[in-house]
């Protein structure tokens, strides 16, 4: 048996999408979400195992890598797991910046952890996923911001630590047509307008995004680490409007 790519959160748009891609290019996989039926579901169709893990379970995040290491090591770890929360600062708690750290930052902290001794065993790589709010700055996004800020930096050190044996590289896309993003699109009028915010004059899809974490996860990138990827449609670097 191939040393398998670990999804966390394969039950999200972004985690679909792929380990659909993954799949299709015939690698060995590993699934894991909160849900065990729609994991269970999406395993069984790609043919590849799973387990259910809730990621703010440290213990379940290290059973889950404990299952899917076996013998052969970790080729790679995606960590699609995130939050939207968007809201003024003055309408969050405390206790709002520590769920959301937890979420976003501390689950992947453990899943590479867990993973570490499988990752460099394979020569492995992982891929960490950010957001555009990051390098831009926006209004009501300080929960969010914060925390994905924290999984660049956490992207970067690893890379460091863990080099030369296993890669890391974090992904920041912009607005995605997810079911986490569901609240921002769909209304199709708010959809257009924060697409025209774009130089590409659209919002992201799913395999947008995947697709440039398949890369990353690959021997095509085997030069390619401690890098933050904008794919956002332009959105950060990009004004095509006065």
């Known amino acids: 048996m191939a040393a398998p790519i670990i999804i966390f959160g394969a039950n999200g748009g972004i985690g679909e999408a792929l380990a659909r891609r993954l799949a299709a290019g ?5 699934l894991t979400g909160r849900s065990a039926d729609k994991v269970g579901a999406l395993a069984d169709e790609l043919k590849a195992r799973h387990a259910r893990c809730d990621v703010l379970d440290p213990a379940q995040v290290e059973a889950a890598v404990a299952e899917a290491d076996q013998g052969e ?11 939207i929360d968007i809201r003024p600062l003055k309408a969050t708690k405390h206790d709002d910046f520590i769920q959301t750290y937890k979420l976003n930052v501390l689950g992947a902290v453990d899943a590479v952890r867990a993973a570490e001794k499988g990752l460099k065993a394979a020569k492995g790589a992982v891929v960490l996923f950010s957001t555009v ?5 926006f209004a009501n996004h300080t929960l969010i911001a914060t925390a994905k800020g924290a999984v660049e930096g956490l992207g970067r050190s690893l890379a460091a630590e863990l080099a030369p044996h296993v890669r890391v590289n974090v992904v920041a896309p912009s607005l995605t047509r997810t079911p986490l993003a569901h609240g921002l699109t769909s209304n199709e009028q708010m959809t257009q307008s924060i697409a025209g915010l774009h130089a590409l004059g659209r919002i992201g899809e799913p395999d947008d ?3 440039t974490a398949a890369f990353l996860l690959g021997k095509d990138s085997g030069w390619i680490t401690g890098q933050v ?14």
């Open 209 to 211: 995004i995947a697709a």
């Open 73 to 83: 090591g970790i080729a790679g770890i995606a960590y699609c797991v995130g939050s």
């Open 133 to 137: 709010a990051v390098q831009q700055g």
């Open 26 to 30: 015939g690698a060995e996989l590993f």
């Open 229 to 242: 990827f904008g794919v956002d449609g332009g959105r950060s670097s990009l004004r095509t409007k006065g």
